[in-house]
C-alpha cells in the first residue's frame, strides 16, 4: 500500500508559477513510475507528466511541454511539479499518482490538488 498527498495548489494569475508536492509513504516504496495527472470541471482525466524511477527519464503532455517540470527528492519519497506561465485552460484538480513494478497502469492515487489560473 502507498499514500499519495498532495499539497501546493492554489489561486494563480496567467502567467503565474505554481509548484506541486506529492509525497508518498508506505511500507516500501519503490514504484516504477510517478506521474501527475489533471481533471477540469466537466473534462476527462488528462496526463500531465511522468517520471520513471529507474533513471529519471521525464515525459510531459502535450499542452504543458516546455512549461511544466516533473522532478523528484527519491531521499524523501517526494515528486514535484513546477508549473510555469500557467493558462487560463491549466485550471484543473491535480493528481499524483504511482505505478508499481510489474503494473500495467497507475494503481495508487492521491486525493489531489485544485490549481485555479485566474486570466
Known amino acids: 500500500q502507498v499514500d499519495l498527498v498532495e499539497s501546493g495548489g492554489g489561486i494563480v494569475q496567467t502567467g503565474g508559477s505554481l509548484t506541486l508536492t506529492c509525497t508518498a509513504s508506505?511500507?516500501?516504496?519503490?514504484?516504477?513510475?510517478m506521474a501527475w495527472f489533471r481533471q477540469a470541471p466537466q473534462k476527462e482525466r488528462q496526463f500531465v507528466a511522468v517520471?520513471?524511477?529507474?533513471?529519471?527519464?521525464?515525459y510531459y503532455g502535450d499542452s504543458v511541454l516546455g512549461r511544466f517540470t516533473i522532478s523528484r527528492d527519491s531521499a524523501n519519497n517526494t515528486v514535484y511539479l513546477q508549473m510555469n506561465r500557467l493558462k487560463p485552460e491549466d485550471t484543473a484538480h491535480y493528481f499524483c499518482?504511482?505505478?508499481?513494478?510489474?503494473?500495467?497502469?497507475?494503481?495508487?492515487w492521491g486525493q489531489g490538488t485544485a490549481v485555479t489560473v485566474t486570466s
Open positions: 499518482a504511482s505505478r508499481g513494478a510489474g503494473e500495467a497502469s497507475f494503481n495508487f
Open positions: 517520471m520513471v524511477w529507474s533513471d529519471g527519464a521525464t
Open positions: 508506505g511500507r516500501t516504496f519503490s514504484p516504477a513510475a
